[in-house]
């Protein structure tokens, strides 16, 4: 399975600034997607990394909010813009090894979070 | 669009009971199906998988079925422990390169 790492593992920030979170993976892998997990709430899909182009984003979330950049296939950044205290959440980066040719697993991992707290 | 329901929210259990834990989604074109454990504050660690074409998978003292045609899963966990205290998240995985749809989860509490 693919280990992921993520920096910074807490931040606490002042309302109006951005925080930018990085996600590394042990292994190259195809898919790289971001969740956003509000307090006490399930975790919720912001968008996904593609390597080389724009991030592919989920209803309700905006580039301008929230810039993706997945520059090779075992790194990705997520920057958290112009933060409001409702931004206050758990980030985290999940990878996928897809392969619909053959009958892989696919199954889906996950890094070990970015507690954010926006004052 | 898939929507994923968990009941029920939250369960408390005194310790060595068995419990199941239950999942539906809304479409039923799916390519596979996740169970995760979540300790408070702390990411996800993946429990089981189980792929379209299966009905059940084993890990231990757990066992997770999957009926695609009504779309339910269930999370058997047997002789339940106080280290078993966490929140599970069922997962659905879509066809294509899609990512997991979650469901809102289980909040498991074991008594000792």
């Known amino acids: 399975s693919a280990v992921i790492s993520q920096k910074p593992s807490r931040d606490i920030c002042q309302r109006g600034t951005s925080l930018t979170i990085q996600c590394q993976v042990d292994?190259?892998?195809?898919?790289m997607f971001w969740y956003r997990q509000q307090p006490g709430q399930s975790l919720t899909l912001i968008a996904t990394?593609?390597?080389?182009?724009?991030?592919?984003?989920e209803s309700g979330f905006v580039i301008d909010k929230f810039p993706i950049s997945r520059p090779n296939l075992t790194f990705s950044t997520l920057t958290v813009s112009n933060m409001s205290p409702e931004d206050s959440s758990i980030y985290l980066c999940?990878?996928?090894?897809?392969?619909?040719?053959?009958?892989?697993?696919?199954?889906?991992?996950f890094g070990p979070g970015t507690r954010l707290t926006v004052l | 669009k898939q929507e994923v329901t968990q009941i029920p929210a939250a369960l408390s259990v005194p310790e060595g009971e068995n419990l199941v834990l239950n999942c539906s989604f809304t479409?039923?074109?799916?390519?596979?199906l996740q169970w995760f454990r979540q300790d408070p504050g702390k990411g996800l660690t993946s429990l089981l998988l189980?792929?379209?074409?299966?009905r059940e998978q084993t890990s231990g003292r757990l066992n997770a079925s999957l009926d695609k045609s009504s779309g339910r899963s269930t999370l058997y966990i047997a002789a339940s422990q106080p280290g078993d205290s966490a929140t599970y998240l069922c997962?659905?995985?879509?066809?294509?390169?899609?990512?997991?749809?979650f469901g809102s989860g289980t909040r498991l509490q074991v008594q000792p």
């Open positions: 999940s990878v996928k090894e897809w392969d619909s040719l053959t009958v892989l697993r696919n199954e889906q991992f």
């Open positions: 292994s190259q892998v195809t898919m």
């Open positions: 990394a593609n390597q080389g182009s724009e991030a592919t984003y």
């Open positions: 479409d039923s074109a799916i390519y596979n």
């Open positions: 189980i792929q379209s074409s299966q």
């Open positions: 997962a659905v995985g879509g066809t294509g390169r899609r990512a997991l749809t």
